[in-house]
């Protein structure tokens, strides 16, 4: 008797995505949230903040954005957005926040890392208040060349207040793309990096990479204001470690808050472009577009 064979198995449901974190704190001009953060008993769900997404398509090299503005590749459709965030926190010093908004009638989402180092006081002041800041720099323009000076104004903003409060520090990457114009833009403070990650071909970073141990014009600004450069020592005696700035002893000066470094910690953001990993030592995001 010939063998029959077994019916094809049912397809396996996808499996359910945790939505991200973060939310509109209080109501921002040319604003509108998409999440919902105060959902109460009896209130429709939010809309679908993650979905299932097509593979990034190539970027053309030729792609460019305003005048005066760093060039800045744009992704082409069709193609939808997918976001997924893991994080382990060791010692209570790395944030993460996002948005997801409709401004001024175009869909954009942003993404912020905060990795702190010296105490937890400005990663979290930074996941509090800087997307609220940014989003309010920008005000109502939500095209990249805004959004990259939206970046550096709120970045120094939360420098001076972190400044005073104490003398942590962390790292900053913010990461928006506008699904309408479909524009991406960066901007980074120290080593949480973010890259470009296709499906074939080889990852490219879109951060600048500002560790004194491996940025030559970083550490030529230092000296250039008098900043003292060493590495550290071990129990022998011996330099250990990557290069640092002393006092204060950071490996990079290009942070949001470390006080005690004095003036040659500056918190002015590199600016750039472009499906995204953005990641640092201690927390780990990965986004793909």
Not at 231 to 255: I, Y
Request: charged share 25%; glycine share 12%.
């Amino acid at each position: 008797m010939a063998a029959v064979a077994p019916p094809p198995a049912p397809a396996r449901p996808p499996s359910p995505i945790k939505p991200l974190k973060g939310g509109l704190k209080g109501d921002l001009p040319h604003c509108q949230s998409l999440k919902g953060e105060d959902r109460g008993p009896g209130r429709p769900p939010d809309k679908q903040i993650l979905r299932d997404g097509t593979d990034p398509l190539p970027l053309s090299s030729s792609d460019t954005c305003s005048e005066g503005v760093s060039p800045l590749p744009l992704l082409l459709p069709p193609w939808t957005c997918e976001c997924a965030e893991a994080q382990r926190d060791l010692k209570g010093e790395d944030c993460f926040d996002s948005r997801r908004l409709v401004w001024g009638g175009e869909e954009v989402v942003v993404m912020l890392v905060a990795d702190g180092h010296g105490g937890g006081e400005a990663s979290r002041h930074c996941r509090d208040h800087l997307l609220d800041c940014y989003l309010a720099s920008a005000a109502g323009d939500p095209s990249a060349p805004s959004l990259l000076r939206a970046g550096v104004a709120a970045c120094e903003r939360m420098h001076e207040e972190v400044v005073g409060m104490t003398t942590a520090g962390s790292t900053i990457t913010i990461v928006a793309l506008n699904l309408a114009r479909l524009e991406l833009s960066v901007c980074n403070l120290g080593d949480s990096e973010a890259w470009l990650v296709p499906r074939s071909g080889s990852p490219s970073r879109l951060t600048e990479d500002h560790r004194l141990d491996s940025s030559e014009p970083e550490r030529q600004r230092v000296r250039g204001m008098g900043g003292h450069l060493a590495h550290a020592k071990n129990r022998a005696g011996d330099p250990a470690g990557p290069l640092r700035l002393w006092p204060g002893g950071v490996a990079q000066a290009r942070s949001v808050g470390d006080a005690d470094v004095g003036r040659c910690e500056n918190g002015k953001p590199s600016t750039g472009g472009p499906s995204l990993a953005v990641h640092s030592s201690l927390l780990y995001n990965r986004r793909t577009y």
